[in-house]
Nanobody, 124 residues
Framework: QVQLVESGGGLVQAGGSLRLSCAAS????????MGWFRQAPGKEREFVAHINWSGSNTIYADSVKGRFTISRDNTKNTGNLQMNSLKSEDTAVYYC?????????????????WGQGTQVTVSS
């Protein structure tokens, strides 16, 4: 069992940066792959980034590639999403999620555990 709690969201101007954190409980977090998703009002939840259990492999949505960086520290049971050069279209609730396998990583339904979400608002 893994419990996830996001933090770090807020209001930022376009071009600014935010760093989201995902604190995990449970001894098995280090064996789980982790993903970040986001959901804007009236839209479906969409994939943002993924990192495998060891942190050696990362994958990004095209819309955030080169601007966002996903990372994790298994010694601290935390994951992070560094977001730079933010745009108004990045405004959404951001969720971290965890799963024991790495197939179909962009499919939200394949993730077993979810945090409650943190709001990111980018003003233009």
């Amino acid at each position: 069992q893994v419990q996830l709690v996001e933090s770090g969201g807020g209001l930022v101007q376009a071009g600014g940066s935010l760093r989201l954190s995902c604190a995990a409980s449970g001894r098995t977090f280090g064996t789980y792959a982790m993903g970040w998703f986001r959901q804007a009002p009236g839209k479906e939840r969409e994939f943002v980034a993924h990192i495998n259990w060891s942190g050696s492999n990362t994958i990004y949505a095209d819309s955030v590639k080169g601007r966002f960086t996903i990372s994790r520290d298994n010694t601290k049971n935390t994951g992070n999403l560094q977001m730079n050069s933010l745009k108004s279209e990045d405004t959404a609730v951001y969720y971290c999620a965890a799963r024991p396998t790495t197939a179909n990583i962009k499919d939200a339904s394949k993730y077993d555990y979810w945090g409650q979400g943190t709001q990111v608002t980018v003003s233009s």
